[in-house]
């Protein structure tokens, strides 16, 4: 049984840093990259950041460029996002998702086969 599982989130003032976690286990896929997707209330899910398999390829969106980082530990079977300067927007759920994919990874909802149950970070002074 394929498991996701978010953690890290939390109440940040501005400017503020966090870290989340994607730990996973039971994944099928023989090559899988991960994404961290968010959604804010009354908006669609929409991509943040990606990681291919190896590491070696990542993506990031316009809005978090700069300030969010994601990394992964094969042998921990964890991703990671840190994310600095956070900005009251990037008040959202976020998720993590895993897509099959050796040198790649995408940005996009749809192409995201497996997703963990969220985690709330919430950006306020």
């Known amino acids: 049984q394929v498991q996701l599982v978010e953690s890290g989130g939390g109440l940040v003032q501005p400017g503020g840093s966090l870290r989340l976690s994607c730990a996973r286990s039971?994944?099928?896929?023989?090559?899988?990259?991960i994404g961290w997707f968010r959604q804010a209330p009354g908006k669609e899910r929409e991509g943040g950041s990606c990681?291919?398999?190896?590491?070696?390829?990542?993506n990031y969106a316009d809005s978090v460029k700069g300030r969010f980082t994601i990394s992964r530990d094969n042998y921990k079977n964890t991703v990671y996002l840190q994310m600095n300067n956070l900005k009251p927007d990037d008040t959202a759920v976020y998720y993590c998702?895993?897509?099959?994919?050796?040198?790649?990874?995408?940005?996009?909802?749809?192409?995201?086969?497996?997703w963990g149950q969220g985690t709330q970070v919430t950006v306020s002074s």
């Open positions: 990681i291919s398999y190896s590491g070696e390829f990542t």
């Open positions: 998702a895993a897509g099959q994919s050796r040198d790649y990874c995408s940005p996009y909802v749809s192409d995201a086969v497996y």
């Open positions: 039971g994944l099928t896929l023989d090559y899988y990259y």
